[in-house]
């Protein structure tokens, strides 16, 4: 794998896949019910480049949000491996230690989840700062430039300012889901994982992400998405995965 | 190697025994610069026996403690002298207590209270310390007119601040907590959270806290540890353990609550 490319957005696109999953599975054992096992995933093998987008297909219950939480490392995997990001930084997280996953998280893989987790007492700009915030080190020009591209994302998917300062728990389902996304994309990351971004959105504001989904593929991050809209799939995928066809 | 490539903390095979009682059996855990560890379990289990034994305040039976210092590398704890030990929990550590009560003094003033580390680390100039106090009185959002006050007319939310105050004045780079906000009122333990979150991204703190709600750990951990019986029986990221639990215990811990 070419290490030049590792931890850089834009720029030459790397031939070498930023997300590879190799036979994996993943198996849920219910202790408390018997120990009964959900086979959930099973020989799944997938290959996602930087400038790619995929989206991931399948019925209710196939396992496309499992799949995601095992690229983001939240779902442990029982089988196969899973190498994410390129060169010096790229890591398998069925064997990474808690460490090698953290920085994973900071430096190469973004996720935004189907619901906002809120975190009480802090504010909706917080909130999408956070990740820049992180980086920051304390550093006051850095934090100052993270609340700006806070309230730049947040003009553009049409959150009223009066809502800025406020926690998101009280906020409507499609204002949290924006929110969600905005957390998600403000750091740049070559690596991508949607769950569902426009469910719950107006048409202007499903065009819009529609539009910083297809930015941030073009500026060189790998993408893989759960999109049940049709329209926002066509405009944004490069390539369609049926769950299907790892069984 | 620098700071950022070793633990701060790092704890090897420490036990515990109580009569023929094993509390703590054979723990190990690293824990990094400005990371924060929450140890969760049901009660029993053998979580603050671990913390005292890490924070060199109960001498264990077996193990090992080492801690990386600001300037010396890497000590045993426990091969350093008593006295040293004192000086590293009064100025690199901090300890904050379930009960304010048993980690402030409720004679002396709050001032006085946040002062006293100082005065432990030979500061003698009274306005540096009074001044000193005031900042952390007003840090962690205290009314900083309360300073000649004593903690004893406090409420709890205010001891358990003006504790986190008496700890966090000397800047010390690791700090073991244990139930730092049970015993308080939901919307008061909501504020406390808060701030803990705040300060220990702030200060780049590491931590250990002890507790019992799932809740607190989302909110404030990277890690998390999950004891039985005074063992370990499960590790990991915080929210790989709590929406992807694999042991029968964590697995009945996790689906006892209402979404931790
Ligand atoms: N943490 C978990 N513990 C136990 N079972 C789980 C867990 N997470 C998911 N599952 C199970 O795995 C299966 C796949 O779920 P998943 O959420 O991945 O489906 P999906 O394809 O995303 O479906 P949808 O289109 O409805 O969102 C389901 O049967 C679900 O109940
Ligand atoms: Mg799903």
Known sequence: MSSTLSGTMGGAMSVTAAVQVRDLGKTFTLHNQGGAELAVLHGVSLEVRRGECVALDGPSGA?????LKCIYGNYRTTQGSLIVGEGENAIDLATASARQQMAMRRTTVGYVSQF????????ALDIVAEPLMEDANGDPDKLVAA?????????RLRIPVRLWSVPPATFSGGEQQRINIARGLIRPRPVLLLDEPTASLDADNRITVTAMINEAREQGAAIIGIFHDQ??????????????DFK | MS????PILRVEALSKRYGDRLAVDQVSFDLWPGEVLAVVGESGSGKTTLLNCASARLLPDSGRVDFLTRHEGV????????AARRLLARTDWGYVHQNPADGLRMDVSAGANVGERLMALGERHYGRIRQEATQWLSRVEMQEDRIDESPATFSGGMRQRLQIARNLVTRPRLVF??????????????????????LTHQLHLASVIVTHDLAVARLLAHRMMVMKDGRVVEQGL??????????????????SVLQP
């Open chain 1, 147 to 155: 609340r700006r591209a806070a309230e730049t994302l947040l003009l």
């Open chain 2, 238 to 255: 915080t929210d790989q353990v709590l929406d992807d639990p694999q042991h029968p215990y964590t697995q009945l811990l996790v689906s």
């Open chain 1, 231 to 244: 329209r926002v799939r066509d405009s944004v995928a490069t390539r369609v995965v049926n769950m299907a």
């Open chain 2, 75 to 82: 000590v045993d704890v426990y091969r350093l002298s008593e």
């Open chain 1, 116 to 123: 906002l987790r809120a975190i009480p007492r802090v504010s």
């Open chain 2, 177 to 198: 907590m244990d139930e730092p906000t049970s015993g308080l009122d939901v919307s008061v333990q909501a504020k406390l959270l808060d701030l803990l979150r705040t």
């Open chain 2, 3 to 6: 700071e950022q490539d070793q």
């Open chain 1, 63 to 67: 396992g496309k949000s499992t799949l």
